[in-house]
Nanobody, 124 residues
Framework: QGQFIESGGGLVQAGGSLGLSCAFS????????LGWLRQVPGEGREFVTG????????YYGDSAKGRFTISKDSSKNTVYLQMNSLKPEDTAVYYC?????????????????WGQGTQVTVSA
């Protein structure tokens, strides 16, 4: 079963940029979308963005459109999240995970193989 390790989180001022990486090892089964979700303490996990490992199709949640970019480097088994124009409300723990259908991207329960998460803090 595949394992994900997120990195790149940190503290940044509002308006700044930050890049996250998700390195995965092992096998990922099915026609899989690998993506990022985030969670604020006391709230549920929110879909941010995802990329199909087979077709390269890209999907964005409303909070990410126009500001975040997902990409992958298959040779390195790594998916990246570039976040620009960050806002204090982007502060959260960002997780890497996989799901099988673009129809259920916004359902956290459809995602599996969660990484340990990386903290992103955006100061005002």
């Amino acid at each position: 079963q595949g394992q994900f390790i997120e990195s790149g989180g940190g503290l940044v001022q509002a308006g700044g940029s930050l890049g996250l990486s998700c390195a995965f090892s092992g096998r990922i089964y099915g026609s899989t979308i690998l993506g990022w979700l985030r969670q604020v303490p006391g709230e549920g996990r929110e879909f941010v963005t995802g990329i199909s490992l087979s077709s390269g199709g890209i999907y964005y949640g409303d909070s990410a459109k126009g500001r975040f970019t997902i990409s992958k480097d298959s040779s390195k088994n790594t998916v990246y999240l570039q976040m620009n124009s960050l806002k204090p409300e982007d502060t959260a723990v960002y997780y890497c995970a996989v799901t099988d259908s673009r129809l259920t991207l916004r359902m956290p329960s459809s995602w599996r193989q969660w990484g340990q998460g990386t903290q992103v803090t955006v100061s005002a």
